[in-house]
Structures are given as structure tokens and as C-alpha cells.
């Protein structure tokens, strides 16, 4: 365990450094106009601090740079895929794996197998591309996550909980046949990063058994939240992060993963389950979208970096330096009093973007102006987390108006350290300090899926 007032350290060192470019005010007009003031459009060579998302984002260790020459490129049965699946049997209990390039190539196959149209999938919370699969499978996305998620400045530590009643409430409108499992979150991306407490799911899982709903679990930050779970939840403050994590996911059936985050590599995922049946249909599935059932999309190599990688996130000095890393960084930016996302979650700071810019209207995208205008100041890039990420109903085909309008500073894993921190606080204060200039903008190109990633915008 680790004492609160002995100061801590990165435990690694330094050993290949990739140069970063600083580029001119005018250079970043330039490129965020080109880029139509979308974050995700920029090109990474004109970023100096790259905070668009800790996915894919992070730095390898040498150990598994070295595994990656133990690649066995077999298009069938890769020793590196058999080594995977015991890696995931051992940390996170499920008994059946089937890899996939990344995340949402595992929500696509476990959306497929599970939901009929029709059916309904209650969440805590949802994340952009989950949501889209399960609503492309013909589900109604339900959230049924605690109020104080949608609240900003509750300290509430498990704000990730899911509302038991809210849940209970949707079993018996819509009939527990028409639930084919709950998505459980771990950590909860868009609330912030925040974690789930062991006692709740532990009882979601106990009321969606007494139905028969299976849950499955968001796995991909996970060894995150097991973290928050020791150091909030009375009762594991002795228990190893890895026994945790095995107990969390002990709370579920199976779980969709994006290796490119807890899992320390730059691409991969999967999806495991323990029921044969279930498996064998995702199996059978993988096949046909991402490739034979032991590599998912993935070269052998990459199953070696995820498995290595899976091993370092859980032990107790890398989690536990990866979260201090976030926040450090929170209480710099509570001393510049800028307003915020509290307590500050596992992988990235939350801007609060309707407290910072007030004068701008919902529909004129706060937090895609506050991460243009805090790109052109400082070439930090960050992540809308708003109402463009909400995307519009796909019934009604109208604006979802969420109630949280954020920008996401988010921390890659072993990639920058404290000084970046400090500069990056300094520019979004000397931003703060200029908040009442801002201006709001307009859609000028909607994609129609995930919007997000490609919208375009001019300045109104
Ligand atoms: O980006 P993928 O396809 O490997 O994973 C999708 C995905 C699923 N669940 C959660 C909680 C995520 O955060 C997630 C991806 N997140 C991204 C890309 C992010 O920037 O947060």
C-alpha cells in the first residue's frame, strides 16, 4: 500500500524520447480553420501536447517491446494468442477469449450475439461506440446510472454506481425477456472516469441474476477503477489491485475490452465471456468481421504486447503512479480554481465546459470552442465530451442535450511527466482569464455516424 504523505515517483525511467514540435499562434489558426475546429481533424504533427485520449496513446515497456519479437505470425493457433488467454484467465477470471482488433470490434460481436430488436440495455451511463452497437443491434440505450453522475461538483466517490431502483424500475416496464444483459462500465468514461464501487455491482449482479440478465462489463478501464476501489471502499484498502480486479470482473459474465488503454499497447481488444454457447456464437462471428478466432485482427505480436501489458497495469506501484499522474495535474488546476469534473477520475480531467464558457449556448458547442480556443493557445489538444459526442436520438433523429458539456484533458499512460503537467495547467488557466472573449460555433458538416470524429464547424 501506499502511504498518502510519502511522496511518489514514476517507477520507470526514461530509456527512447520522441521530440515534440511547438508551433506558433499563428501556425494553429491556421490549422484548427483547416481542421474545421474539430480536435480530431488536426494533424498530431501540429500538437505539442497531445490530451486527446489516453487510447493507443501509451508507452510500451521494454519487456514488451521484446515480446513483440516473440511474435508468432501463424494465421492459425499463435502461441502469443494462447498466452493472451491465460493472461486474461488469470486476472480477470473469464473463461473464454476471443481477441479483436480493439474495443469496438468486440461491441459489435457481443451487440450481435446478444440483443434482438426490440430489446432494451440499461447502462451506467454510455460510451459513444458501445451505445452505437447496441442501438445498431436494435436496442433502446437506457441509463441507469446514480444522479450524482450527471452532477459535476458531487464528491461522491463511486460515481460510476449504477441506480439499483432506476434499473429494478426498467426490469419491470419492460419485462426482464426484453433485457438480454446490463452494461456495466468500469470505469465510467463520460462521467468523468469515475469508478463503481465492488458493493454495487455486486448487487446489480445479484438482482440481474434473480431476473436472468446476464451483465457484461466494460473492462477497459477496469485495473483503474480496482485502483479507486482500494483507495475508497472500506474494506480493500489491503487487497492487491489484482485481486480486486479479479473480484470485479467475478461480478460479471463476460466483458467487451479495448486493450488501448489499462492494457498498455498501442492497438488491440477482445471480448470474454464464460458461457460456451455465448462463445461459441462470438466465435463463430469473429470469423467474419475481424479475422480467425485466435488473432481477432491482431498480428501474434500484438497479443504478446496486451498480455505483457496486462501484467504491468496490475501491479499496485503502475496503477497506482498512473492515477497519482491525473491527479497531480486536478490539483493544479483547482488552485488556478478552474472548474472541473471532482473527484477527478482515472484517466483524464474533465473541463466543465458550461461553468467555464456561460455565455455560450448548448447548441453552440461550448466544449468544441473551449478545445479549439485552448488548442490555438497552447497547441494542447483535447476532446469534445458533449453534445456533439451525444450525437442526436436515433428515433427522433433530434439533438441528445446531455446534461454534462465537457472538454477531456486525458492522460496517455508513461508518456509525459510533471512538467508537462505544470504547462498545460498554466495555459488553461491564462485561458480562464480570458474565458468572457469566447464565441461560439456553428455545425457546418454532420457525418452521420459518431459525428464526433469528423464534424466540421466554422466560428459564428
Ligand atoms: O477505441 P476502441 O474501439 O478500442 O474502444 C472503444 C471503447 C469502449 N469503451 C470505453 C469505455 C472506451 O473509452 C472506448 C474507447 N475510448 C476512446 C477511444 C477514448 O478516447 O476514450
Request: hydrophobic fraction near 40%; charge should be negative.
Amino acid at each position: 500500500m501506499f502511504k498518502k504523505h510519502i511522496p511518489w515517483a514514476e517507477p520507470y525511467k526514461i530509456k527512447v524520447v520522441e521530440p515534440l514540435k511547438m508551433t506558433s499562434r499563428e501556425d494553429r489558426l491556421k490549422a484548427i480553420h483547416e481542421a474545421g475546429y474539430n480536435t480530431f481533424l488536426l494533424r498530431s504533427e501540429d500538437v505539442y501536447i497531445d490530451f486527446l485520449t489516453d487510447s493507443g496513446t501509451n508507452a510500451m515497456s521494454d519487456a514488451q517491446w521484446a515480446g513483440m519479437m516473440m511474435g508468432d505470425e501463424a494465421y492459425a493457433g499463435s502461441k502469443n494468442f494462447y498466452r493472451l488467454e491465460a493472461a486474461v484467465q488469470k486476472y480477470y477470471g473469464y473463461k473464454h477469449l476471443v481477441p479483436t482488433h480493439q474495443g469496438r470490434g468486440a461491441e459489435n460481436l457481443l451487440s450481435q450475439a446478444m440483443i434482438k430488436p426490440g430489446d432494451y440495455v440499461p447502462g451506467n451511463m454510455y460510451f459513444t461506440t458501445t451505445r452505437f452497437h447496441q442501438e445498431k443491434a436494435g436496442a433502446t440505450f437506457i441509463d441507469v446510472i446514480i444522479d450524482e453522475a450527471h452532477d459535476t461538483a458531487s464528491l461522491h466517490p463511486f460515481k460510476g454506481n449504477i441506480d439499483l431502483q432506476k434499473y429494478e424500475d426498467l426490469i419491470n416496464r419492460v419485462g426482464a425477456d426484453k433485457i438480454p444483459y446490463i452494461c456495466v462500465a468500469a470505469t465510467v468514461n463520460m462521467a468523468g472516469g469515475q469508478p463503481i464501487s465492488m458493493e454495487n455491482i455486486r448487487a446489480v449482479k445479484e438482482l440481474s441474476d434473480k431476473h436472468g440478465i446476464k451483465v457484461m462489463l466494460d473492462a477497459t478501464r477496469a485495473v483503474e477503477n480496482a485502483y479507486f476501489i482500494q483507495q475508497r471502499e472500506d474494506g480493500y484498502s489491503d487487497k492487491s489491485v489484482a485481486a480486486i480486479l479479479l473480484e470485479l470482473s467475478g461480478y460479471s459474465d463476460g466483458a467487451t475490452m479495448s486493450g488501448k488503454k489499462d492494457l498498455l499497447v498501442n492497438i488491440g481488444g477482445f471480448v470474454a465471456v464464460n458461457d460456451w454457447d455465448l462463445f461459441e456464437e462470438l466465435r463463430n462471428m469473429v470469423v467474419v468481421y475481424e479475422g480467425l478466432h485466435t488473432y481477432g485482427g491482431l498480428a501474434g505480436r500484438d497479443m504478446e504486447a496486451m498480455a505483457i501489458g496486462l501484467e504491468e497495469a496490475v501491479q499496485d506501484q503502475n496503477i497506482s503512479a498512473r492515477v497519482r499522474q491525473v491527479e497531480y495535474f486536478g490539483k493544479l488546476l483547482e488552485k488556478a480554481e478552474v472548474p472541473f469534473i471532482k473527484p477527478v477520475g482515472g484517466h483524464a480531467i474533465f473541463l466543465d465546459a458550461k461553468q467555464f464558457y456561460p455565455h455560450i449556448d448548448q447548441e453552440q458547442f461550448p466544449a468544441q470552442v473551449l478545445a479549439a480556443d485552448l488548442y490555438v493557445e497552447s497547441g494542447v489538444r483535447a476532446m469534445e465530451r458533449g453534445i456533439v459526442s451525444a450525437g442526436r436520438d436515433i428515433v427522433t433523429g433530434k439533438n441528445h442535450k446531455p446534461k454534462l458539456e465537457l472538454v477531456r484533458l486525458t492522460i496517455p499512460r508513461r508518456v509525459y511527466t510533471q512538467a508537462h503537467f505544470d504547462v498545460v495547467a498554466y495555459y488553461v488557466e491564462e485561458l480562464y482569464k480570458k474565458r468572457h472573449e469566447a464565441k461560439g460555433l456553428k455545425m457546418v458538416y454532420e457525418p452521420k455516424y459518431l459525428r464526433f470524429f469528423q464534424a466540421r464547424f466554422e466560428r459564428l
